[in-house]
């Protein structure tokens, strides 16, 4: 009787979400799953040692694990610590707007509490606004509380009584019980990566890795490469590429894993199984073995020798269910196919049934791939798939249904679970393809990546950023710490998960804060070498996440004393941006200094007026050093008002970094508001010039708060017959 090789993959991986030069994290997914996924998967392992697999690392994603045991927070865990009692509003309407990010049916409607509270939300018709007068601060507690204790995975409660006496408990938390959860949240991040070492030195599992920020390498080495599945793709401006960044990506990976596991990686699962021709040298010198991608892109290595007929069957097997080598250069790699729909089965569809019926479906279905496959001498059935968002959707979290497969293929004598690197050395691959095409694991092409007008706009926004970088490194102006930091932000922006959410294929809640991280990333190139970024990474590059407007234009000339009064009609007809406008996200929570932001203008000056929030400019300014107006158009210029809360504050502007005498130049005047004046003429603005500004409030070179939180404000300099065009209009 043959035995077939069961060779389960499963691929752990989260963006870099830390914008590291402003120091906030605003999404807790990384926490969340690393409670939940990243600690019960090895869990379920550890319970039957004979059952054999791979576990795929990303860098990005161990290196934001150690981060959070080391004292990292994110905008989440910042909302979760704060007392319930002491919430101000903008905080208790973000808490109620984030914190049922979960699956309903699995992970908030089977605990009491939570699904309580779930429906007291309302949130399938109520307004967050609407919603908080129902709930007092013990809701906002118990809500703070469940909200990081249904990420728990259910093995953890097993083997920790003290925690599962604490879920029992269910309602009326206090303060210390909240922090005492927090606590041990942070105790079983720090036993992720141990565990797995443990079970990779146990000779269990085979730990593989992914280059460093997840990007799509093919891509990285030649945009055209799209073309090898998409012949008549539209491509960014940029067509070429950059290979001193994929060896970076995947050096840094290799370096990565052996400093954290004590060996270097022989697998590497390319991310989205994104693989091409072109992609081997660079793995094979950084001393990787063996890769594994999709079937589907085998069937177009081998001219659609290996597909599915009409029934989902897979023709000819035999070339499927076996390993392969691929060349390049006087370079080689072993390569395996992963079963398409085997892993789809697993990811998208036995969430449906019961656990145990499921894992026998997937066993039957392995032994007729043996049968199928029984007259060569060795079969191996690869199963690959993303190892944490699929069992949030399982009714369990996939508890009954990994118990039941990992002793079921255990105690199975026609199967073999194994390790894909083991399975190499017994097997070692004899056939070799001689071209390997360039795609993903979905649909064999690069469609979510590129091709997209979004996608071609953050490719070339990319592209400007790194040839702004690769200059100003080539001039020598800047010491080599911020060009390293200039150069991580680079990389980071080329992971493949900001381009996921371009385009129409995919899109979320979060579509908005994605698009703003991406072009965060990219304006911190040109902060630390001091420029200030182009205008347009100001700009959402996601239809999606662009939005209304946040103000309407100016409607007329204003005419203002610049004296820190609040006079309504002398800023009637000027353009206002409510900063409160902007909450609507965990990293909207805090309150902010700023209430509203004024802009205008006369027929010679840009007008300017700061409203604070909770008490007039001269108060709440104190805790402020210095205000910046800082100017996308025309570039290069600033305005900067220093003892803002000084009647008469020092203001002056700075173009290029050169300053002008104060006095003239900028008016400025702090009482119930700040009101700033500066002549276009000083701005060299010409009618219909834009003008594209933001406003930061700083002490100590920290921003204190922003507006807008996201974007700019927009305007446009004035002719002198505005008014009558505007009348006639």
């Known amino acids: ?205 085979e730990l593989t890795t992914t280059p460093y920020y997840h990007p799509i390498m093919p891509l990285l080495l030649d945009r055209s490469s799209a073309r090898e599945a998409m012949p008549d793709v539209n491509l960014p401006r940029f067509r070429g590429g950059r290979p001193e960044d994929v060896d970076f990506h995947v050096r840094a990976a290799v370096e990565s894993h052996a400093a954290r596991f004590g060996e270097r990686p022989r697998g590497m699962w390319p991310s989205e199984g ?148 083991s399975f190499l050395r017994e097997h070692p691959p004899t056939d070799r393809l001689s071209r390997l095409f360039a795609g993903s694991w979905i649909s064999h092409n690069f469609a979510i990546w590129i091709g997209h007008p979004e996608d071609n706009r953050a490719w070339d926004a990319l592209d400007r950023a790194r040839g702004f970088l690769e200059t100003e490194q080539a001039a020598g102006r800047h010491d080599q710490a911020a060009l390293d930091r200039a150069w991580r932000e680079i990389h980071i922006a080329q992971g493949s998960d900001w381009f996921w959410w371009y385009g129409d294929d995919h899109s979320s809640a979060l579509d908005a804060l994605f698009d703003d991280l991406f072009r965060k990333h990219l304006r911190n190139v040109y902060a630390l070498l001091s420029h200030d970024p182009p205008g347009d990474l100001y700009t959402p590059i996601s239809r999606a996440a662009a939005g209304r407007p946040t103000h309407d234009p100016p409607k007329s000339f204003s005419t203002v004393r610049v004296d820190g009064r609040a006079s309504y009609f002398e800023w009637i007809d000027a353009a206002r941006h409510e900063c409160a406008g902007e909450r609507g996200t965990m990293a909207m929570a805090s309150r902010g200094l700023l209430e509203s932001v004024w802009f205008g203008f006369d027929s010679e000056r840009l007008l300017i007026r700061l409203d604070a929030q909770g008490g007039s400019a001269a108060e709440r300014l104190t805790e402020a050093d210095r205000v910046r107006i800082g100017f996308v158009d025309p570039p290069e210029r600033e305005i900067v008002v220093v003892e803002p809360s000084a009647p008469r504050p020092t203001a002056y502007l700075n173009h290029a970094g050169h300053a002008i005498a104060n006095g003239a130049t900028v008016a400025a005047a702090t009482g119930q508001i700040l009101e700033l004046a500066l002549p276009f003429r000083r701005l060299d603005l010409a009618p219909g010039d834009p003008i594209r500004f933001y406003v930061e409030v700083l002490r100590d070179q920290a921003s204190l708060d922003r507006a807008p939180r996201e974007g700019i404000l927009e305007l446009q300099t004035p002719s002198a017959d505005f008014e009558r065009i505007n009348w006639q209009v």
């Open 274 to 421: 994104s693989v091409a021709q072109a992609v081997i040298p660079h793995l094979a010198r950084q001393g990787i073995e063996w890769i594994a991608t999709d079937e589907e892109i085998l069937g177009c290595s081998t001219g659609g020798m290996v597909g599915r007929d009409g029934r989902g069957h897979v023709r000819r097997p035999d070339l499927l269910y076996r390993p392969w080598k691929v060349a390049e250069s006087g370079h080689e790699l072993a390569i395996v196919f992963r079963d398409h729909s085997m892993s789809d089965q697993i990811g998208f569809h036995y969430q449906r049934g019961s656990g145990h019926a499921a894992a026998d479906d997937f066993l039957g279905k392995v032994h007729r791939i043996g049968d199928a496959c029984r007259d060569q001498r060795s079969t191996l059935v690869t199963v690959a798939l993303d190892g944490e968002n699929c069992w949030e959707y399982y009714p369990d979290g996939g508890v009954s249904f990994l118990r039941s497969l990992y002793q079921g293929a255990a105690r199975d004598p026609r199967l073999n679970p194994t390790k894909v690197g």
């Open 1 to 205: 009787m043959q035995t077939v090789s069961l060779a389960l993959f499963w691929h752990q991986h989260q963006p870099y979400y830390p914008d590291d030069v402003a120091g906030v994290n605003p999404m807790p997914w990384v926490r969340l799953h690393a409670t939940k996924d990243y600690l019960g998967m090895p869990l379920h392992l550890a319970e039957v040692p004979e059952f054999h697999c791979t576990i795929n690392l990303v860098p990005s994603l161990l290196e934001q694990l150690e981060a959070y045991t080391k004292g990292a927070s994110d905008t989440h865990l910042d909302l979760s610590r704060r007392p319930a009692d002491g919430l101000d509003e903008p905080s208790a309407l973000a808490l109620l707007d984030s914190f049922f990010m979960a699956f309903a049916d699995t992970m908030i409607k089977p605990h009491e509490r939570y699904s309580e509270l779930y429906h007291l939300r309302s949130s399938w018709c109520d307004s967050a606004q609407t919603a908080l007068h129902r709930f007092r601060p013990r809701d906002l507690r118990d809500l703070q509380v469940w909200s990081n204790l249904a990420w728990v995975h259910p093995l953890v409660f097993e083997k920790d009584p003290e925690l599962a006496e604490f879920k029992r408990k269910g309602r009326c938390y206090t303060e210390e019980d909240k922090e005492w959860l927090l606590a041990r949240q942070m105790d079983l991040l720090g036993l992720v990566v141990p565990l797995h070492r443990a079970l990779a030195e146990g000779g269990q599992i």
